[in-house]
């Protein structure tokens, strides 16, 4: 192949083709050669030595590899030269690992074919998804082969001009500005996503004892905070309980997709199901909903009622008072709130336009089924009706259905007033370095915030992320990141169980674990470690884990077994015993009709004139925030 002065490819099939003489020329304007038809005779062949054949072969042969000098994969290929002892050409190897692609950390199985990750599948020893996983999780692969993830780091301004920087470079001044900030006394952000791992959080504390000038914020699309707010109120914990949906004869829903994507949702369509299997009973639950817009699970309600979602206050006031007042069920505190009074099912019925039929029919069915009913409020409504709902389930002695050894856990997320805090700081100049932890606030935070704008005012912004976005191209640093399956790490989301994370291929390009990154800044001498967070995370699990497991192995036996099975229960784990605080209800105050949507912070839904939408329910925010 020639390609000469910028012009397309030619392909040549002889020297004399190549230097384009006359007489090959003159051969291309004939279909034939001259004699081509006539007989063959061997007697007219020119000689040839088989050393000269030998010559004109191993040129020819030279030729074919120049062609394909510029091959692109220059990977491996089987068979191997030295074979890895657990890998046989053909046969697929599994690994035990988390899934990180949203706060609910499955357990998955990672399956490999010649070292390539190629299929993602539940864990069947995972005790809370128990082999389920759903498909966010099972195309999370798809991300570790992405073309567009970021390969090296790069160094810019809020021009937008980048340009590739080596990992030496970027940790000596960034190390360097820590230090300074931590001098003159100026903040040092990190902004995160929920941080579910033990490790981590261990991490994040000595950094902030290496420089005391850090402060961390913390946001999620969807977060639970009411919900845990609310128990926290009627029970004095926030650490909300597990609920056994497969013993619930009856389970009332309102404004909530619990068989969609809200909650556990992997974990309780598999127990739900169970409470439909015909080949386990014939007795099925029953399934009433009571929503604005149609969800996942109001679609297989067997009842639904449509309501708006700013009435459900006034729903759940109206059924506390038919099952307290009318049908005069019991309190478990034996404190009736003063305020029901003034509710009925009848008047919110007409009001609403609701069936009347249907809605005796649930109260009947709850008082059937005490103790063997759950009603479940949606993560978007409010404090009070968290509240209610709560009260409601102590008065039917539903509380049954929580486990008793379990509960669940989740990192807090910052206020919206901290992060209006933040921004003012930012603006006023008294933070001097912003790390974003793998999140995009540019983007997922409401815009008329001024956090774009504020990051203009910091002396430097760092970036942690696998692709490109809105937050990296106003960064001065963007540092490229590993995929979760080149990652080591740990998470818990209950009180007794554990899930481990460990790579599965070596890391596809210039990329650092997240963790990895804080220790070389966090390091002595600066240099960067591959196995760093592995080890850290290793010391952890050795000086605090399991001691306090009290396991009758060594540490290294139980670490790989742990490893192998990609989960740790701990049995001990008791919850505290739950005892209703009557209190919660009377710090309600009188309840306000009209405002059952929540004021939490849900970056998604804000709107540009400073509002945010939660199914189409408007409010303002928490605090009015000024045009820039």
């Given amino acids: 192949m020639d390609s000469m002065n910028g012009k397309e490819p030619n392909y040549w099939r002889s020297l004399r083709e190549l230097h384009d003489t006359n007489s090959v020329s003159e051969m291309k304007a004939h279909e034939f050669m001259a004699g081509v038809t006539d007989d063959f005779n061997m007697d007219n062949l020119s000689g040839m030595s088989r050393k000269q054949f030998l010559a004109l072969l191993t040129a020819s042969a030279a030729f074919a590899a120049t062609g394909c000098s510029n091959y692109r994969d220059k990977g491996e290929i089987v068979p191997y030269t030295k074979k890895p002892e657990e890998i046989v050409p053909g046969v697929a190897n599994y690994y035990a690992s988390t899934c990180t692609g949203c706060s609910q950390s499955c357990g998955i199985l990672i399956k490999t074919r010649e070292g390539r990750p190629i299929k993602i599948d539940g864990n069947p020893d995972h005790p809370v998804n128990q082999g389920k996983i759903c498909a966010k999780g099972q195309a999370s692969i798809l991300n570790l082969y992405d073309p567009y993830r970021l390969r090296r780091p790069t160094s810019g301004s809020l021009s937008g001009k980048m340009s590739d920087l080596s990992w030496k470079r970027a940790d000596a001044e960034i190390r360097k500005q820590l230090e300074a900030c931590t001098n003159s006394s100026k903040q040092i952000a990190i902004v995160t996503n929920p941080i579910l791992s033990p490790s981590a959080k261990k991490l994040f504390a000595e950094f902030a004892a290496k420089y005391p000038t850090t402060k961390q914020?913390?946001?999620?699309?969807?977060?639970?905070?009411?919900?845990?707010?609310?128990?926290?109120?009627?029970?004095?914990?926030?650490?909300?309980?597990?609920?056994?949906?497969?013993?619930?004869?009856?389970?009332?829903?309102?404004?909530?997709?619990?068989?969609?994507?809200?909650?556990?949702?992997?974990?309780?369509?598999?127990?739900?199901?169970?409470?439909?299997?015909?080949?386990?009973?014939?007795?099925?639950?029953?399934?009433?909903?009571?929503?604005?817009?149609?969800?996942?699970?109001?679609?297989?309600?067997?009842?639904?009622?449509?309501?708006?979602?700013?009435?459900?206050?006034?729903?759940?006031?109206?059924?506390?008072?038919?099952?307290?007042?009318?049908?005069?069920?019991?309190?478990?505190?034996?404190?009736?709130?003063?305020?029901?009074?003034?509710?009925?099912?009848?008047?919110?019925?007409?009001?609403?336009?609701?069936?009347?039929?249907?809605?005796?029919?649930?109260?009947?069915?709850?008082?059937?089924?005490?103790?063997?009913?759950?009603?479940?409020?949606?993560?978007?409504?409010?404090?009070?009706?968290?509240?209610?709902?709560?009260?409601?389930?102590?008065?039917?002695?539903?509380?049954?259905?929580?486990?008793?050894?379990?509960?669940?856990?989740?990192?807090?997320?910052?206020?919206?007033?901290?992060?209006?805090?933040?921004?003012?700081?930012?603006?006023?100049?008294?933070?001097?370095?912003?790390?974003?932890?793998?999140?995009?606030?540019?983007?997922?935070?409401?815009?008329?915030?001024?956090?774009?704008d504020a990051l203009k005012s910091v002396p430097m912004n760092v970036s942690l992320s696998e692709t490109e976005d809105e937050t990296g191209a106003l960064c001065a640093y963007v540092l490229p990141t590993n995929h979760a399956f080149e990652s080591w790490g740990d998470y818990q989301t209950r009180t007794d169980v554990i899930s481990l994370q460990q790579p599965v291929i070596a890391p596809l390009y210039e990329t650092r674990q997240k963790e990895d990154i804080l220790l070389t800044w966090m390091s002595a001498d600066g240099i960067h470690k591959?196995?760093?967070?592995?080890?850290?995370?290793?010391?952890?699990?050795?000086?605090?884990?399991?001691?306090?497991?009290?396991?009758?192995?060594?540490?290294?036996?139980?670490?790989?077994?742990?490893?192998?099975?990609?989960?740790?229960?701990?049995?001990?784990?008791?919850?505290?015993?739950?005892?209703?605080?009557?209190?919660?209800?009377?710090?309600?105050?009188?309840?306000?009709?009209?405002?059952?949507?929540?004021?939490?912070?849900?970056?998604?839904?804000?709107?540009?004139?400073?509002?945010?939408?939660?199914?189409?329910?408007?409010?303002?925010?928490?605090?009015?925030?000024?045009?820039v």
């Fill in 217 to 452: 914020y913390s946001y999620d699309f969807f977060n639970d905070e009411n919900r845990r707010r609310a128990w926290q109120s009627c029970y004095g914990d926030a650490k909300l309980p597990v609920i056994a949906w497969e013993r619930a004869n009856v389970v009332l829903a309102l404004e909530s997709d619990f068989l969609g994507a809200e909650g556990d949702s992997i974990e309780a369509i598999r127990r739900f199901t169970d409470g439909r299997d015909v080949m386990k009973s014939t007795q099925f639950n029953r399934l009433y909903c009571v929503e604005g817009a149609m969800s996942l699970t109001g679609a297989n309600a067997d009842y639904r009622l449509r309501l708006r979602p700013e009435a459900q206050l006034e729903f759940v006031l109206a059924l506390a008072h038919a099952l307290v007042v009318e049908k005069n069920v019991s309190p478990a505190d034996k404190v009736a709130p003063q305020f029901l009074n003034g509710y009925s099912l009848k008047n919110l019925s007409e009001k609403y336009g609701l069936s009347a039929e249907t809605l005796t029919h649930l109260v009947d069915d709850l008082i059937e089924n005490r103790g063997k009913s759950i009603i479940y409020a949606g993560d978007g409504l409010n404090l009070s009706v968290h509240v209610v709902v709560n009260y409601l389930n102590e008065v039917l002695g539903n509380t049954n259905l929580y486990e008793q050894n379990q509960a669940q856990l989740a990192s807090a997320t910052t206020t919206p007033d901290e992060f209006l805090s933040l921004v003012t700081a930012m603006k006023g100049g008294q933070v001097g370095m912003v790390i974003h932890w793998g999140t995009n606030p540019v983007y997922h935070l409401p815009r008329l915030l001024g956090y774009a």
């Fill in 530 to 627: 591959d196995a760093a967070y592995h080890d850290f995370m290793m010391s952890h699990w050795q000086n605090e884990i399991h001691p306090s497991l009290a396991k009758k192995v060594d540490f290294k036996s139980f670490w790989f077994a742990a490893l192998h099975d990609g989960v740790v229960r701990d049995s001990r784990a008791k919850v505290q015993e739950r005892r209703f605080l009557s209190a919660a209800l009377e710090s309600m105050g009188t309840p306000q009709p009209g405002k059952g949507i929540s004021v939490a912070l849900r970056p998604s839904y804000y709107m540009d004139d400073g509002r945010y939408a939660n199914n189409g329910w408007l409010q303002e925010l928490p605090h009015p925030v000024s045009k």
